[in-house]
T-cell receptor, first 109, second 114 residues
Framework: KNEVEQSPQNLTAQEGEFITINCSYS?????LHWLQQHPGGGIVSLFM???GKKKHGRLIATINIQEKHSSLHITASHPRDSAVYIC???????????FGTGTSLTVIP | KAGVTQTPRYLIKTRGQQVTLSCSPI?????VSWYQQTPGQGLQFLFE???????NKGNFPGRFSGRQFSNSRSEMNVSTLELGDSALYLC?????????????FGPGTRLTVL
């Protein structure tokens, strides 16, 4: 069983649509990270959160600690949002950092 | 500020050889973490160094090792290379500990083992 599960694995949307990517984790965490990886490999950290909600531009990340669940929302999606989105749990026990398998998002003009 | 740099960007080795990868963090960052990314396993955590000490370690064999220097630059070494070690190796730096701080990723080193 994976410590971090993401859904969906693949997502295709029309430009302008509202997008939600879900992440569930089974470990105790210090923080939950959302990463974006574009073709070519470069990874950018989008959010790091341990409670509540954060917003940056059209991106919103929420986390429910009790339910061990986080969501990444993209409002008014754009083709430049096409990328792989990865959630990662920084465990608060042991010495590990666990990653989801990623959600591949394609936004069609 | 300059971003995280990794050298070399591409590397081809043969089975049984060893390899050393280098990572220069953003100036002032004290934590350097290393990750392996493969198509089959995705991203996996290797280890984290903070203030020259290994703080966290993932589930990798002892062939994978690393160190951090006083200027926070870090090296990762893989000995006795296997075909399965072919991967993109990424490092990331952060001001504080990786688990609770924003990480800045380097472009990666693409290692191919023949």
């Amino acid at each position: 069983k994976n410590e971090v599960e993401q859904s969906p694995q693949n997502l295709t949307a029309q430009e302008g649509e509202f997008i939600t990517i879900n992440c569930s984790y089974s470990v105790g965490i210090s923080a939950l990270h959302w990463l974006q990886q574009h073709p070519g490999g470069g990874i950018v950290s989008l959010f790091m959160l341990s409670s509540g909600k954060k917003k940056h531009g059209r991106l919103i990340a929420t986390i429910n600690i009790q339910e061990k669940h986080s969501s990444l929302h993209i409002t008014a999606s754009h083709p430049r949002d096409s990328a792989v989105y990865i959630c990662a749990a920084g465990s608060n026990t042991g010495n590990q950092f666990y990653f989801g398998t990623g959600t591949s998002l394609t936004v069609i003009p | 500020k300059a971003g995280v740099t990794q050298t070399p960007r591409y590397l081809i080795k043969t089975r049984g050889q060893q390899v050393t990868l280098s990572c220069s963090p953003i100036s002032g960052h004290r934590s350097v973490s290393w990750y392996q990314q493969t198509p089959g396993q995705g991203l996996q955590f290797l280890f984290e160094y903070f203030s020259e000490t290994q703080r966290n370690k993932g589930n990798f064999p002892g062939r994978f090792s690393g160190r951090q220097f006083s200027n926070s630059r870090s090296e990762m070494n893989v000995s006795t290379l296997e075909l399965g070690d072919s991967a993109l190796y990424l490092c990331a730096s952060s001001l504080g500990r990786a688990r609770t701080d924003t990480q800045y990723f380097g472009p990666g080193t693409r290692l191919t083992v023949l």
